[in-house]
């Protein structure tokens, strides 16, 4: 008798290479939206770090490591003596939410770090962390600012 048609076992090995044909390609998909997703990502907290960074580098207050009284619960002020010369140097670092215009959800956060000269009181290094998170995971973007005062 002459039949027409798949037979089971054509059928069954049809289905399971289709089968994982589709799955490879929903993984590769889903893999690929996650990386551009977090390419965009990281590039938005660089731009914000940037622009942040650019902003306070115009500032006045970088002049000087006088960064006026304490009036910031989130500032904090660390002496750290250096190993090679014994010298202390001055890092303060103030953190600051992020503004509601700017395209990161979740929790972000920007954190500046002032670096000061332990001979002459002046800003040595400048630093911005922008902190952000994505698929539950915290990331840092950061960008320095190196400053010569002569």
């Known amino acids: 008798m002459n039949k027409k048609g798949?037979?089971?076992p054509e059928l069954m090995v049809t289905l399971?290479?289709?089968?994982?044909?589709?799955s490879i390609g929903y993984g590769m998909h889903t893999y690929v939206y996650k990386e551009i997703s977090?390419?965009?990502?990281?590039?938005?907290?660089s731009n914000i770090a940037e622009s942040h960074l650019r902003k306070r580098a115009s500032l006045s207050e970088l002049s000087d490591c006088d960064l006026g009284p304490d009036e910031?619960?989130?500032?904090?002020?660390?002496?750290?003596?250096r190993e090679e010369d014994g010298k202390v140097t001055k890092k303060i670092t103030i953190e600051e939410d992020l503004e509601s215009n700017e395209?990161?959800?979740?929790?972000?956060t920007i954190k500046n770090t002032y670096w000061c000269d332990p001979d002459q009181d002046k800003l040595m290094v400048?630093?911005?962390?922008?902190?952000?998170?994505?698929?539950?995971?915290?990331?840092?973007?950061?960008?320095?600012l190196y400053i010569d005062k002569k």
Do not use: H, M
């Open 126 to 144: 400048f630093e911005i962390v922008v902190t952000y998170e994505f698929d539950g995971v915290k990331y840092d973007e950061k960008q320095v």
């Open 38 to 45: 977090f390419s965009k990502k990281r590039a938005i907290a």
């Open 16 to 22: 399971f290479v289709a089968v994982v044909f589709i």
């Open 6 to 8: 798949f037979s089971a």
């Open 103 to 108: 395209r990161l959800s979740g929790n972000t």
């Open 72 to 81: 910031s619960k989130k500032r904090t002020v660390e002496q750290i003596t």
